[in-house]
C-alpha cells in the first residue's frame, strides 16, 4: 500500500512540475500576476507533495536524523515533514535534520526541482521581455 501511495505522490509532484513549465509568460512581455501565481501554487504542491512522500517513506523505516555523527532519529510529524520539505525545495537547509537512505534521493531531486522552478520563471520573463524590445 505504501508503495502505491509513494508512487502516487510522485505523480503528484511530477504533475506539477509539468503544469508549471506548460505556461509562458504574458506574450506582451511583461510581469504577469498570473504567470507568479502560477509559480507559487506549482512550488506549494511540489512542497506538499514532498512532504506526503516523506511521510510514506517515514513508515518504512528512519528517514532523518538529527546529525549523521550520532544518528540519532527523528520522529517527524507531517508539519516536520512539511518543514524539512520546505527548507529543502527553497534550498535552506538548515541542518537539524539529514535524510539518510533513500530520502537522500528524493531530497536531491526537489532541490533541483527548488532552484529549476524560478529561474526558468525569471528566464521566461527576461526572454520575453527581449522579444519585445526587439520587435520595436
Known amino acids: 500500500m505504501t508503495t502505491f501511495l509513494i508512487i502516487i505522490t510522485l505523480g503528484f509532484i511530477a504533475g506539477n512540475t509539468i503544469y508549471f513549465f506548460r505556461q509562458d509568460v504574458d506574450e506582451k512581455g511583461t510581469f504577469d500576476p498570473r504567470f507568479f501565481l502560477k509559480l ?7 512542497l506538499f507533495g514532498f512532504a506526503f512522500l516523506y511521510y510514506f517513506l517515514n513508515t518504512q523505516g528512519t528517514i ?23 527548507e529543502t525545495l527553497i534550498s ?16 536531491i531531486l526537489e532541490a533541483m526541482i527548488g532552484v529549476l522552478m524560478p529561474t526558468a520563471f525569471f528566464v521566461k520573463t527576461v526572454t520575453n521581455r527581449e522579444k519585445k524590445e526587439n520587435e520595436k
Open 64 to 86: 532523518l536524523v538529527y546529525t549523521l555523527s550520532g544518528m540519532k532519529d527523528v520522529t517527524p510529524t507531517f508539519l516536520d515533514l512539511l518543514y524539512f520539505s520546505g
Open 92 to 107: 535552506v537547509g538548515y541542518g537539524d535534520m539529514v535524510p539518510v537512505g533513500p530520502t537522500r534521493f528524493f531530497a
Open 40 to 46: 507559487l501554487l506549482s512550488m506549494t504542491g511540489v
